[in-house]
């Protein structure tokens, strides 16, 4: 038996190489090449081109593990008959439908009725069950423990599926011939092994980088290690360790998450005796540094079982290796992307950046870029994140949605349609969706678009698209049960409007048959359950990517990268619960597992700490982490965290920590690391602050002078939502215009009228503002309904105060000038209702919410009112007293209506006071070096702030 292993250090497939070629040299295209990836045959290749130099060299059979074929299988000397047998793959669609099948039975049986997306759930943790158990090689009937003697509800239905399960799956696979993707490599893998140790191979036979933690690996390594020509290259095997530390690995109660605890079972079940290992290469280059690194990893990642005898390594252990800690995902992507780019720069070859997150890689691919350098990876997007998915979600959305207007716009807007014009979508959005509502459907919004105004058309791009949109949809909505014909809507409006790219007619099969397996796994599916399973299924599902040219960045997950050397390796997102990973293990826990024989799921951390010893072993290694990912605060990985204790264990402080560098395009002399950011602040010149206000704005300007700058020096204003629903301000502005009709009709009238004739009046001008308006029948009649309570209230109050005022004049416009230190300023106002006596007059002012308290208007925040009133004295000088009040008009209770309020004698002394706070308001931004600032007062807030993320407050 040949047995080798190759050491932590370089990296695998380098060392791989250079053995080849002392052992094969030109005889190397007799031997056949065994690697646990493609990546890893394809680099091993070119590897050995260039190793080999000008010499002429013909190439090994390289074949990956997990991609065994029948013709590679015959190629081996496998009967032909016996490759026949094998059973075939059974997609995932047929899997799914199986599974679907499976869960819809159990339910009938237990008379239940879960939703679509509840059987879906179901059908997909069953599925990863199964899929875990064909890993294993454990028969499903197994996957039936004992009840426990208490369990709760959801256990004993997951039991009793489980029971449901192994009835009819063994049957349907034996009926069927079908097998899982695991099932299948298993079996083909097996019957290999099976071959060879009938019919040893006559040549070199190498299998090279797997740990047999898989069971048809194992087979194959047991096989080829009875060969006379065969040979095994293990992955970093520990030397040092106790060999009563070694035999215990498989038996202690936490060996599996060991970085030797693979290859310690794998030598256990055959065995094999380390002795018995050689290494692969004579040199091994093994520098003091290499020897005292891989020395302090097998210390940092032991377990409490196996302590190490001796400290074979000192401080000289950690140089080249750093941490860097991100304050965010996008920081630690650019971060790793300027220290790869300096690297480069400064001579490296090659960097290797390891990954298990798939989201990270697209902040890495822009990060990159943005220096000028590709990315070449194996992780390819979710449908749900490229264009052509998008694009397709949003046809759901407007499908599902009943052509909402802003459905419409969604799809319109996105830059990749093939019809997308952005003058044309931009004058959408402003000039209609972000003025008013319009009605659902295409034909809805076509009409409002045609009513608009003639002096701004319509682009004339707008008028074919939405031409092109209706053809789609062919101008009629399909009920929600017919669900085919919903399905030729979604297909016929993705068609028009997804770019005509390689990736469409993969997506547009990929929904045909995701649309075809739905309706067999779910006869009573709707289209609104089409939807969310069409969400999930783009969210989940891997799109193609198309390959990258030749680049030396590459970010591989571990389980590739581990095989690989590079001048640079980058651990990245090196936080707890990425390092390692957790694996799935739906429905049973621990003991449940043991006891079936599913593998522990702890086994993923000893392989996960295997592939950390052989990265974190090379050269120049940086580990890098986010502290918030999410929003959420992450731990640091416990690898990272031990690797860390080692360090202070051999006298540091702690690892290298390096600072993210700033991205180059960034300007050097700004700071980049402030923790807090100043307030938002403005100091305009005296011209252009402004001289004229507004009584409305004078609470505003005190509380955030910052948002009174932006609104009147810089003149921006707040955007509408997209087809802006009845909020509460153009509900407050509704009930305004309706009760200033409603004054202007009563002022009309001779005599009071009947409290009918008035109630009937009032809803018809309400009938007229909802014409006016274009106001939804829904919201028209919600308002109706809270108004029904509250009209005959108002009607009885107005009529009890022409009483004491006969004159009544509704939105009564007013100014005065103010002269303050020798200059003029203007103060406007509105007052929504003037009530005039002989010797008084009074202001009400309508309030749709909380009207203010009367401390409120004592301690001057609230000036509006004493402001209005100070309006009036100079329209009325004669008068010889001065009252306020509010009408709170929604209120449904008469007492309500009308607040408590100061006496008439009070307002003279609260005028006085406004216009003190008003003066010296004027005097402060009088003063050139004053600015506006955002919220100076945290006490005194405003209740709403339309500016606040253009103050950057939650920055602040």
């Known amino acids: 038996m040949a047995l080798y292993h190759i050491l932590p250090g370089e990296g695998f497939l380098p060392r791989l190489a250079r053995g080849l070629l002392t052992r094969h040299g030109t005889r190397l295209s007799g031997c056949t090449l065994l690697l646990p990836t493609r990546r890893a045959c394809r680099e091993l290749e070119q590897l050995l081109f260039v190793m080999a130099g000008k010499e002429a060299l013909l190439m090994p059979q390289l074949q990956p593990l997990d991609d065994m074929d029948g013709l590679f299988l015959i190629k081996q000397g496998v009967a032909a008959a016996s490759v026949a047998q094998l059973p075939p793959l059974l997609t995932n669609e047929q899997a799914a439908q199986w599974q679907a099948e499976m869960v819809q039975s159990w339910a009938k049986l237990q008379g239940l009725a879960p939703s679509v997306m509840e059987q879906h759930a179901l059908a997909e943790s069953l599925g990863t069950l199964l899929d875990q158990a064909a890993r294993d090689e454990v028969p499903v009937a197994k996957l039936i423990p004992y009840l426990p003697d208490v369990a709760s509800d959801a256990a004993e239905l997951q039991l009793s599926l489980l029971r449901e399960v192994a009835k009819i799956w063994p049957q349907r696979q034996a009926g069927e011939g079908w097998a899982l993707p695991w099932t299948q490599r298993h079996a083909t893998q097996r019957l290999l092994a099976a071959h060879w140790q009938e019919h040893p191979p006559q040549a070199p036979v190498i299998l090279a980088g797997s740990t047999g933690a898989v069971a048809g690996h194992a087979a194959l390594m047991a096989a080829i290690g009875r060969s006379k020509h065969g040979a095994l290259v293990l992955p970093g095997t520990d030397e040092t360790m106790a060999d009563a530390a070694w035999q215990m690995l498989p038996r202690a109660a936490d060996g599996a998450q060991h970085p030797q605890a693979a290859l310690a079972t794998l030598m256990a079940t055959h065995g094999w005796k380390r ?39 000192s401080t000289h252990a950690f140089e080249g290796l750093q941490t860097m800690a991100a304050k965010s995902r996008m920081e630690e992507a650019q971060a790793i992307a300027a220290l790869v780019d300096q690297a480069l720069e400064k001579g490296a070859a090659n960097a290797l950046i390891i990954t298990e997150e798939a989201a990270f890689i697209p902040l890495l691919e822009a990060a990159l870029a943005q220096h000028g350098r590709a990315l070449d990876t194996p992780f390819v997007p979710h449908w749900g994140e490229t264009p052509e998915g998008v694009i397709l979600l949003h046809a759901i959305a407007l499908l599902v949605m009943e052509e909402a207007p802003e459905a419409i716009l969604a799809l319109l807007s996105h830059p990749a349609q093939p019809h997308f014009n952005d003058e044309a979508t931009r004058w959408l959005e402003r000039d209609i969706l972000r003025q008013r509502r319009a009605p659902p459907g295409v034909a809805g919004l076509m009409t409002l678009i045609e009513r608009h105004d003639t002096a701004n058309p319509p682009p004339v791009p707008l008028t074919a698209m939405l031409s092109t949109l209706a053809q789609a949809l062919r101008r009629e909505l399909s009920p929600p049960e017919n669900l085919p014909r919903w399905a030729q809507q979604l297909l016929a409006v993705f068609e028009a409007f997804c770019p005509a790219t390689a990736m469409k007619k993969d997506l547009t099969e990929q929904l045909q048959s995701w649309l075809t397996g739905w309706l067999q796994c779910y006869p009573a599916l709707t289209r609104n359950d089409a939807a969310q399973l069409l969400d999930a299924a783009l969210q989940g599902m891997d799109a193609k990517r198309t390959p990258a040219a030749h680049t030396a960045i590459r970010a591989l997950p571990a389980r ?378 945290p006490e005194n807030l405003p209740k709403y702030n339309d500016y606040a993320h253009l103050a950057r407050e939650k920055q602040a």
């Not at 210390?299 to 390594?313: S, V």
């Open 560 to 937: 590739e990268g581990r095989l690989l050397g590079a001048d640079l390796v980058v651990l990245a997102n090196m936080e707890e619960g990425g390092w390692p990973a957790a694996e799935e293990a739906p429905w049973l826990n621990r003991r449940m597992r043991a006891e079936t024989g599913l593998a522990n799921p702890d086994h993923v951390i000893g392989l996960a700490a295997l592939d950390f010893t052989m990265l974190a072993a090379q050269p120049f290694v940086i580990m890098t982490r986010s502290l918030q990912v999410d929003g959420q605060i992450r731990l640091p990985s416990r690898f990272l965290a031990r690797v860390n204790l080692a360090a202070r264990t051999a006298g540091l402080e702690a690892l290298p920590c390096i600072t993210p560098p700033r991205p180059s395009w960034h300007d050097a002399g700004e700071d980049n690391h402030q923790p807090f950011m100043e307030k938002a602040a403005a100091c305009p010149p005296l011209a252009a602050r402004p001289t004229e206000f507004s009584v409305t704005e004078i609470d505003g300007w005190r509380q955030n002078p910052y948002g009174f700058y932006a609104k009147r020096v810089l003149g921006l204003k707040k955007l509408k939502p997209v087809n802006p629903p009845l909020d509460t301000a153009e509900k407050g502005s509704l009930l305004h215009r309706l009760l200033e009709d409603y004054t202007h009709w009563r002022n009309d009238q001779t005599s009071p009228p009947l409290p009918t004739t008035a109630h009937s009046r009032m809803l018809q001008l309400w009938d007229k503002q909802i014409t006016r308006r274009q106001l939804a029948a829904s919201d028209a009649t919600l308002i109706q309904l809270e108004l029904q309570a509250v009209l005959p209230l108002f009607i009885a109050l107005d009529e009890e105060a022409r009483a004491l005022y006969p004159t009544v004049l509704p939105e009564r416009k007013m100014q005065r000038d103010l002269q303050h230190e020798g200059s003029t300023y203007s103060l406007k106002g509105v007052a929504d209702r003037v009530e005039s006596g002989a010797k008084i007059t009074r202001i009400v002012d309508y309030k749709t919410g909380r009207a203010p308290y009367q401390s409120e208007l004592k301690n001057g925040t609230a000036l509006q009112l004493p402001l209005l009133l100070w309006l009036m004295q100079a329209e009325h000088p004669n008068q010889t007293a001065w009252h306020a009040a509010y009408w709170q008009v929604m209120k449904k209770q008469k007492e309500e209506i009308c607040p408590t309020m100061p006496e008439e004698d009070a307002w003279p002394e609260l005028i006085r006071q406004a216009m003190e706070h008003l003066e010296a308001l004027i005097d402060r931004y009088a003063q050139p070096d004053q600015p506006y600032e955002s919220c100076p007062d």
């Open 275 to 313: 002795e018995d290992i050689s290494h692969w290469c004579a040199e091994e280059d093994s520098t003091e540094l290499m020897r005292e690194r891989v020395a302090m990893l097998r210390d940092a990642l032991r377990i409490a079982e196996t302590p190490m005898a001796d400290k074979a390594y």
